[in-house]
């Protein structure tokens, strides 16, 4: 044992030693009903109240509170609309959400999660979220969470905005809360089974829950599929390559074979075991333990080169540059795969995703105060081998890449309860992590016979690894001077260690990096991070508040960035974000509880945003920091549940968002010509060319965004119901480049969901659930592509080829569940 993982051994025991103490022989103290408490309540759908609208629990101030009653904009998902429309990952929050969208990637991070137009670049390895994604209370730094397969959940919460009081580490742009649902006092279970037409996809997930004794009761959910087709099709044919041996002059003719024709068929299983011991109703104790594993046979198959200059590909003439689900992806030749770093068998291309966590949720009441702890570990490995330029011709791009990342971390909390006008709230949050990333390039059709069999084909390889420290206290009180009246405010201190290094093990002669020279930093970073708000409450049905809110994501280092002769040291690192604004807003629940109105208005201005941008032509990745920017908007929603029709209801949105930047050098997209605005030189991006985007619409940040939909439920006969769903989503059109690529643009479009249900009160359900039905092709980021491109900075640039992050085709679900 090395000595980093004998400290991460010693403070988990000290973390648990805590936890134990603090919870030891709980005392016999009275329950307050609004106390936070972890039980089966919160796995149930909102309590019908006696005709109009239901009551939505949510979490977003740690305590159970009803959307009504809190000063934050939350769109939350109860049990019965997560299941409506299948809401089993985090893309799927994102397609049933306006003003936020996800695309899953290959390289880096793994996710583009963009939230009110504030997103983080999925290039970069080294940034976190901007939008932070929390799993019952824990949160997941790594992106590569998109791969998690989430279902038998509690609900789901969007919080919008700022949120570094409640949640800690990198909430800039908003919340992405998922709560999974806890063991049951009483015997459940259920059944699932479904098939996918469009992928050939095809699942089962089973889900027992129940008590084991009187002070233990345990929940078991597994979810299994496996899909046989795809949601992208392969055009590609086998290759002819033709390679050439450095050390020998000697050449041998190969063939890079197509990949997969359908992509990704993908194979999953996610496992949850949870136990929940409460021997009385002031002390539960709730621990989790959950598995993942996914396999696709193409890592970038939603990785699409969607829009080119001339209209057609530059590595491929003839072929046109569609808003299709077309590939053109070869597996390496199979002299390469025997040999290069993470190939898959025969040197075919895909991905692999491994993750085990484990949290543990502790509450004691003790009348006036209760205590929680949350303790979690969490381990996800990653592996993949992509044919990397993403297009088909006669000299390839591969990269093979392994990442892995764990993480302990410890959330203490004490939260007042008393009858009198003042309340507080204490926390500390500590976590420990490591990430570790290895990366090999192939490129160029040569070889070196006499280097080691692994790096034979390489051009280039690098390994890094970044060892981080958090220790944040968080503080905040609420005060009611009169009843109507609600005053808190809080602050969270953030101290971070972030220690990391960086070598090229290897480099192919003639590339310009440099082998062998190791970087090692070592960077701090702290701040002060408050909050204010004020809420005004007459009357239950009505609310008003207005607060200040500030957001900050520390710093780091590009850990799949590459060290260059022309680079220094710190080109690697990169400064941390910060946000700092305004929101308020007015909740009304009117007509006899029928109507319910949700306003928000919000001003935030972000500093240091953290950017990544690739640089086709040297396949190279450089991370930074832009300016400033600042994002105001407007966001209305509306249920409406009319008691002469109570088997329907009806609910909508209008979002405006004006989200510009306000200073920014930004780097010339490659091929830009100073008529497009290539006029700078600067030294923030390794001195590459540069445009002012001062005032230009950022990335993924459409103006205007909406949706509009009903849930229809009617009895047919003794025991049978049917139920009825729709949602269409519209988002304006937008920039997909956080550079602002003038061919990058995605088009207004309008995204349309439904469901059909048969329900029997005999326990089982046959369900039909559709997916972008209007099959709208939607892209939620974009690149330049490898080797693309040219003259940038000249009149005579031609601008590179467009990849985006596709969204999912047309889906089709049938399904049947049965419940007992």
Not at 371 to 383: E, F, I, K, P, S
Not at 709 to 728: H, V
């Amino acid at each position: 044992m090395n000595r980093h993982q004998r400290t991460v051994l010693h403070r988990a025991a000290l973390a648990a030693s805590i936890s134990a103490i603090a919870f030891a022989a709980p005392a016999m103290a009275q329950t307050d009903p609004t106390a936070v408490q972890t039980d089966s309540t919160t796995n149930s759908a909102p309590t019908q109240r006696e005709g109009g609208l239901s009551e939505i629990i949510v979490t977003a101030r740690k305590k159970a509170e009803s959307a009504q009653d809190i000063p934050v904009a939350v769109t939350a998902f109860a049990p019965e609309q997560i299941q409506r429309y299948d809401i089993s990952s985090i893309e799927r929050i994102a397609a049933s959400t306006p003003n936020l969208q996800v695309g899953k990637a290959t390289t880096g991070s793994g996710a583009q999660i963009t939230l009110r137009g504030i997103g983080t670049p999925a290039s970069a390895l080294g940034i976190e979220s901007s939008t932070a994604i929390i799993v019952d209370g824990v949160y997941y730094g790594n992106g590569r969470i998109l791969n998690e397969g989430f279902f038998d959940l509690a609900r789901i919460e969007v919080l919008k905005g700022p949120q570094a009081l409640f949640f800690g580490k990198n909430a800039t742009a908003g919340v992405i809360s998922i709560t999974t649902a806890d063991p049951t006092d009483q015997f459940e279970g259920s059944t699932r089974a479904g098939y996918e037409f469009r992928g050939k996809r095809a699942f089962i997930e089973q889900i027992i829950s129940g008590p084991l004794t009187d002070t233990l009761s345990a929940r078991l959910a597994v979810r299994g599929a496996k899909m046989w087709g795809g949601y992208a099709t392969n055009y590609a044919t086998d290759q002819p390559l033709t390679f050439t041996d450095l050390d020998t002059g000697d050449t041998f003719d190969t063939v890079g074979p197509a990949s997969a024709r359908k992509s990704p068929q993908e194979k999953e299983f996610t496992g949850r075991a949870s136990l929940k011991f409460e021997p009385s109703s002031d002390f539960n104790s709730v621990t989790k333990a959950s598995v993942s594993y996914n396999r696709a046979n193409d890592p970038g198959w939603n990785n699409i080169v969607f829009s080119c200059a001339t209209g057609f590909s530059t590595l491929m003439p003839g072929v046109p540059c569609e808003r299709k689900w077309k590939v053109y992806h070869n597996d390496a030749p199979p002299e390469v795969g025997e040999v290069f770093p993470y190939a898959y068998e025969g040197g075919k291309v895909g991905a692999t995703y491994k993750s085990f966590q484990v949290t543990n949720n502790t509450n004691y009441d003790l009348g006036d105060v209760v205590l929680t702890a949350v303790l979690n570990y969490q381990n996800q490995r990653n592996r993949w081998f992509s044919d990397s330029d993403y297009q088909q011709r006669v000299t390839q791009i591969y990269v093979g890449s392994f990442e892995k990342w764990k993480a302990f971390s410890g959330e203490f909390r004490a939260q007042t309860q008393y009858d009198g006008p003042l309340n507080a709230m204490v926390g500390v949050l500590y976590q420990d992590s490591s990430l570790t990333a290895d990366q090999n390039v192939l490129f160029g059709n040569v070889l070196k016979s006499n280097e080691s069999p692994t790096n034979r084909y390489m051009a280039f390889s690098k390994y890094s690894t970044t060892d981080g420290e958090t220790v944040s206290p968080f503080a905040q009180a609420v005060w009611n001077p009169i009843r109507e009246i609600e005053l808190s405010g809080g602050v969270r201190y953030t101290h971070e260690t972030k220690d990391s290094f960086f070598i090229h093990p290897f480099i192919r002669p003639g590339i310009a990096y440099r082998e062998l020279e190791p970087i090692n930093t070592k960077q701090t970073f702290t701040d002060w991070t408050p909050e204010v708000t004020i809420a005004y409450k007459p009357t239950r049905e009505l609310n008003v508040y207005f607060g200040y809110k500030a957001g900050y994501k520390s710093g780091g280092f590009s850990n799949e960035s590459t060290y260059t002769n022309a680079s220094l040291a710190e080109d690697l690192d990169f400064e941390p974000e910060k946000a700092k604004g305004f929101e308020g807003g007015v909740k009304a629940t009117v007509a006899d509880n029928q109507l319910r109105l949700d306003l928000a208005l919000y001003n935030y201005k972000y500093t240091d945003l953290q950017v990544d941008f690739f640089e086709a032509q040297t396949f190279r990745f450089v991370t930074g920091n832009a300016g400033s920017a600042r994002t105001k908007g407007a966001e209305l929603s509306f249920e409406f549940a009319p008691r002469a029709v109570p088997e329907l209801s009806l609910h909508g949105s209008i979002n405006y968002n004006d989200a510009k930047y306000v200073e920014f050098a930004a780097p010339c997209v490659t091929g830009q010509t100073p008529a497009q605005g290539c006029t700078l030189t600067f030294n923030a991006f390794d001195g590459l060319l540069g445009q002012d985007l001062a005032g230009v619409r950022m990335a993924m940040a459409p103006k205007w965004t909406g949706s509009l939909g009903f849930a229809y439920e009617a009895p047919l006969s003794d025991g049978m119901t049917l139920g009825l769903a729709s949602d269409a989503r519209y988002s304006s059109s937008y920039n997909a480049s956080p550079f602002a690529n003038p061919i990058a643009t995605q088009d207004k479009y309008v995204n349309l969901d439904a469901s059909l249900f048969l329900r029997s009160d005999a326990g089982w359900e046959l369900g039909l659930i559709g997916k972008n039905l209007t099959n709208q092709f939607v892209v939620s980021g974009a690149l330049d592509a490898p080797s693309t491109g040219s003259g940038t900075g000249t009149a005579g640039g031609k601008l590179a080829d467009q990849r985006g992050y596709a969204n999912t085709p047309r889906t089709v679900q049938l399904q049947v569940t049965y419940r007992y």
